[in-house]
């Protein structure tokens, strides 16, 4: 059964433009969750979808925003990009989204801004 | 709000020593629990959890883990390391509602091994 795959797997913008990150969970999983890992703040969760519909959404600006569509692939854009957005992006799927079915991580999508 | 401590950042132990990494979480009630290993530019891979039921809880790659509901803790052992094991560790919590969908991580331990 394939795995969490995330799209690129390396970007470099420039600050002050937007980025499109791609997350397609294991097939059947209707859950996607993004976090956000820097050396400086760890992991932090951004927000997470479920059947379309964000359900949960973590402590971050408006710049960052996401979306799910019909199959269950997650985008999350970041828009005006600011230096300190440089980081690894983590997706995350789950058959249900809550914890006793467990969530299986892709393996990031790393975001340079300079 | 809940939280996850893992009070040491770095640990070096030798190829074939036990291991015991530390995890501590505050939360009001019992929360679903899980240890992850991140291996350099990878993502999070998941070594074990714990719902309920029997509080020692075994994983992967010949990882265990205990739950200490007094001590609200959540240590991580192994009895023999492989120098395969280097790489960091994550405890994490996640709340056990129906739709809590988030999990709280520490902030990892590096582990290094040497032979």
């Known amino acids: 059964k394939a795995g969490v795959t995330q799209t690129p797997r390396y970007l470099i913008k420039t600050r002050g433009q937007q980025v499109t990150l791609s997350c397609s969970p294991i097939s059947g999983h209707r859950s996607v969750s993004w976090y956000q890992q820097t050396p400086g703040q760890g992991l932090q969760f951004l927000f997470e979808y479920f059947s379309e519909t964000q359900r949960n959404k973590g402590n971050f600006p408006g710049r960052f925003s996401g979306r799910q569509f019909s199959n269950s692939r997650s985008e999350m854009n970041v828009s005006t990009l600011e230096l300190g957005d440089s980081a690894l992006y983590l997706c995350a799927s789950s058959f249900s989204g809550t914890p006793p079915n467990g969530y299986t991580f892709g393996s990031g999508t790393r975001l340079t801004v300079v | 709000a809940q939280s996850v401590t893992q009070p040491d950042i770095h640990i070096t132990v030798s190829e074939g020593a036990s291991l015991e990494l530390r995890c501590n979480y505050s939360y009001g009630a019992t929360p679903y629990l899980f240890w992850y290993v991140q291996s350099p530019g990878q993502g999070l891979q998941l070594l074990l959890k714990y719902f309920s039921g029997d509080t020692l809880v075994q994983g992967i790659k010949g990882f265990e883990a205990e739950f200490k509901r007094s001590q609200s803790s959540f240590n991580l052992r192994k009895p023999s390391v492989h120098w395969s094991d280097a790489a960091e560790y994550f405890c994490?919590?996640?709340?056990?509602?129906?739709?809590?969908?988030?999990?709280?991580f520490g902030t990892g331990t590096r582990l290094q091994v040497t032979l």
């Open positions: 994490a919590v996640g709340e056990p509602t129906g739709t809590a969908s988030k999990l709280t």
